[in-house]
């Protein structure tokens, strides 16, 4: 089979969209090495961390969905994998990542709602239109009901992080015990209210702080974290640390009291099955997606339950760890391997030639 991948996020980017297009190209390379791959890559996008023998095309155009609807041409390919936009010509296989943006668009600015505008109606061309859960193809059904069926191929964890050497950040170089939120900071992660939480918990203090990791790049609203950290009884019960490493994200990981996820609403999250894969005891938002995502290896709560109650549910979650085989579970269920494999089932549905 002859595959072109869309690789416009391959170098930079949204982190959630390059980790998704980056590691299905290298799973897929490793579970189908017969198929003869090329990639997309925008003109400046280094190629030292291709796989073998992958052929790359450049493109030029901005933005993604312009380039993708106008340069992402056959080339020869069987079929073409996509993300978010579909190209006017050839077979193509698009991967939407979320449509959140029409139940939600006041958690996005105009010009995010303007950008976003064209990726269901584009799809319309794609043979295929894959999502990562359940809970998101029903969505995006629900949206575009011409589009259905929607396959739910999964994700897995980010490599880069999960087999990353472990590495204290400085911002934990004090601490024998601390809480963990990452994501970007934006009104739909919710983090006002695991600063609420932090303030009302009676695990959580200077000595025990809530550490908050992400940046405000390609967030969407920014939610008012200014007025939640003023709210606090003590300031230093909660750390922002911004952007760190893989490795330092994997030690924080790996030695948190507990993973906060307050999310009002994901395609699929994927810092709680990260955080599930390093080990971390996990408290995150009671939403369908997260029901799908953790099953038993998760404690749920309402993100927009009081602070007294978030507070609450943090203490009895600290340190309480996952069952062995609730955790070996989900992190088994979601991989990249199964990802490729499901993409590729997809496609054979529609009679696309896979030989």
Same mark, same amino acid.
């Given at each position: 089979?002859?595959?072109?991948?869309?690789?416009?996020?391959?170098?930079?980017?949204?982190?959630?969209?390059?980790?998704?297009?980056?590691?299905?190209?290298?799973?897929?390379a490793?579970?189908?090495?017969?198929?003869?791959l090329?990639?997309?890559?925008?003109?400046?996008?280094?190629?030292?961390?291709?796989?073998?023998?992958?052929?790359?095309?450049?493109?030029?155009?901005?933005?993604?969905?312009?380039?993708?609807?106008?340069?992402?041409?056959?080339?020869?390919?069987?079929?073409?994998?996509?993300?978010?936009?579909?190209?006017?010509?050839?077979?193509?296989?698009?991967?939407?990542?979320?449509?959140?943006?029409?139940?939600?668009?006041?958690?996005?600015?105009?010009?995010?709602?303007?950008?976003?505008?064209a990726? +269901? =109606?584009?799809? *319309?061309?794609? #043979?295929?239109?894959?999502?990562s /859960?359940?809970? @998101?193809? !029903?969505?995006?059904? $629900?949206?575009?009901?011409?589009?259905?069926?929607?396959?739910?191929?999964?994700?897995?964890?980010?490599?880069?992080?999960?087999?990353?050497?472990?590495?204290?950040?400085?911002?934990?170089?004090?601490?024998?015990?601390?809480?963990?939120?990452?994501?970007?900071?934006?009104?739909?992660?919710?983090?006002?209210?695991?600063?609420?939480?932090?303030?009302?918990?009676?695990?959580?203090?200077?000595?025990?702080?809530?550490?908050?990791?992400?940046?405000?790049?390609?967030?969407?609203?920014?939610?008012?974290?200014?007025?939640?950290?003023?709210? +606090? =009884?003590?300031? *230093?019960?909660? #750390?922002?640390?911004?952007?760190? /490493?893989?490795? @330092?994200? !994997?030690?924080?990981? $790996?030695?948190?009291?507990?993973?906060?996820?307050?999310?009002?609403?994901?395609?699929?999250?994927?810092?709680?099955?990260?955080?599930?894969?390093?080990?971390?005891?996990?408290?995150v938002?009671?939403i369908?997606?997260?029901?799908?995502?953790?099953?038993?290896?998760?404690?749920?709560?309402?993100p927009?339950a009081?602070?007294a109650?978030?507070?609450?549910?943090?203490?009895?979650?600290?340190?309480?760890?996952?069952?062995?085989?609730?955790?070996?579970?989900?992190?088994?269920?979601?991989?990249?391997?199964?990802?490729?494999?499901?993409?590729?089932?997809?496609?054979?549905?529609?009679?696309?030639?896979?030989?």
């Open positions: 089979m002859r595959v072109l991948f869309d690789g416009y996020w391959w170098a930079d980017g949204p982190a959630a969209n390059r980790t998704v297009q980056r590691e299905i190209v290298l799973a897929w490793r579970a189908f090495p017969e198929d003869r090329a990639i997309a890559l925008r003109r400046d996008a280094p190629t030292e961390d291709l796989p073998p023998g992958v052929r790359v095309m450049r493109t030029r155009l901005w933005p993604h969905g312009v380039s993708n609807a106008l340069e992402l041409r056959s080339s020869g390919a069987d079929v073409v994998i996509a993300h978010n936009f579909a190209p006017l010509t050839g077979t193509s296989a698009v991967f939407v990542h979320d449509a959140m943006f029409v139940d939600h668009p006041e958690w996005f600015s105009p010009k995010e709602r303007a950008y976003f505008s990726m +269901l =109606p584009s799809a *319309r061309r794609a #043979r295929v239109v894959a999502t /859960t359940a809970t @998101e193809a !029903a969505r995006i059904e $629900r949206i575009a009901p011409h589009l259905a069926p929607v396959a739910a191929i999964g994700l897995g964890p980010t490599p880069a992080i999960v087999d990353a050497e472990p590495r204290r950040p400085e911002i934990a170089g004090d601490l024998a015990a601390f809480a963990l939120t990452v994501g970007r900071l934006n009104v739909r992660k919710n983090l006002a209210a695991a600063i609420a939480a932090a303030g009302a918990s009676a695990r959580i203090s200077a000595s025990a702080p809530l550490i908050v990791v992400g940046s405000s790049a390609h967030s969407g609203v920014t939610g008012d974290l200014e007025a939640a950290l003023a709210a +606090l =009884p003590d300031p *230093r019960a909660v #750390r922002i640390a911004g952007r760190l /490493t893989d490795a @330092e994200l !994997a030690w924080l990981y $790996r030695h948190t009291s507990l993973a906060i996820s307050l999310s009002l609403d994901e395609g699929f999250g994927l810092t709680p099955l990260e955080a599930l894969a390093l080990g971390a005891p996990l408290l938002s009671d369908p997606v997260h029901r799908e995502t953790m099953g038993a290896a998760a404690r749920f709560i309402d927009a009081s602070a109650v978030l507070g609450g549910a943090v203490d009895a979650a600290w340190d309480a760890a996952p069952s062995p085989a609730a955790r070996s579970s989900i992190v088994e269920h979601w991989s990249w391997e199964r990802v490729v494999h499901r993409l590729r089932e997809s496609c054979a549905k529609t009679g696309m030639p896979l030989s």
